[in-house]
């Protein structure tokens, strides 16, 4: 049963970059999945940042795309998010989720990680 | 791209039925039959309820229905529980994106 963990700091200072890490176990994240990461700022909704495929392949939302670097790490069965110039404002929990290659939807879900964003 | 639209809060009796709207635009849930549902309780993450429009993954409850019209896309619970008392977000994949909803409170009153 493949299971997702969000890992990072829990306090970014304004200005600087959030860097978080999704661990996948129980599988590979070589398999035939698009691998995600959703934000939600606190009693707010959800917000997809974007996405990558093992091959390294990715796609961002535009609102987001200037700030987005999502990577992946084949070697440690993991992928990442970096976005930069944070503000009070991408203070939310951040899940990293995965959707199956030519399905539309997010079947998998990691518990999320709560990221604040203050000096 | 703008979030789609759904009720800030529906509510029901116990045994009733509710429906929930996400309204998009023809770029989203008009464009494409990929939308799908999320039930999200308190202090947790997000379960896939519905998907590509009407379909329920496995281990999901029959009362739960998805539906589609235009740009509108439907989520009916029927036979209302206490536990389905949750937020309820919509989704649409759209040109290499995706967009959630702004998300329904449902109450079991």
């Known amino acids: 049963q493949v299971q997702l963990q969000e890992s990072g700091p829990g306090l970014v200072k304004p200005s600087g970059t959030l860097s978080l890490t999704c661990a996948v176990s129980g599988g590979s994240i070589s398999s035939s999945n698009w691998w995600s990461w959703v934000r939600q700022p606190p009693g707010k909704g959800l917000e997809w940042i974007g996405e990558i495929y093992h091959s390294g392949s990715t796609n961002y939302n535009p609102s987001l795309k200037s700030r987005v670097t999502i990577s992946v790490d084949k070697s440690k069965n993991q992928f990442s998010l970096k976005l930069s110039s944070v503000t009070a404002a991408d203070t939310a929990v951040y899940y990293c989720?995965?959707?199956?290659?030519?399905?539309?939807?997010?079947?998998?879900w990691g518990r999320g990680t709560l990221v604040t964003v203050s000096s | 791209q703008s979030a789609l639209t759904q009720p800030a809060s529906v509510s029901g009796s116990p045994g009733q039925s509710i429906t929930i709207s996400c309204t998009g635009t023809s770029s989203d849930v008009g464009g494409y039959n990929y939308v799908s549902w999320y039930q999200q309780h308190p202090g947790k993450a997000p379960k896939l309820m519905i998907y590509?429009?009407?379909n329920r993954p496995s281990g999901v409850s029959n009362r739960f229905s998805g539906s589609k019209s235009g740009n509108t896309a439907s989520l009916t619970i029927s036979g209302l529980q206490a536990e389905d008392e949750a937020d309820y977000y919509c989704s649409s994949y759209t040109s290499s994106s995706y967009v959630f909803g702004t998300g329904t409170k449902v109450t079991v009153l």
């Open positions: 590509d429009v009407s």
């Open positions: 989720a995965s959707a199956v290659i030519r399905y539309w939807y997010f079947d998998l």
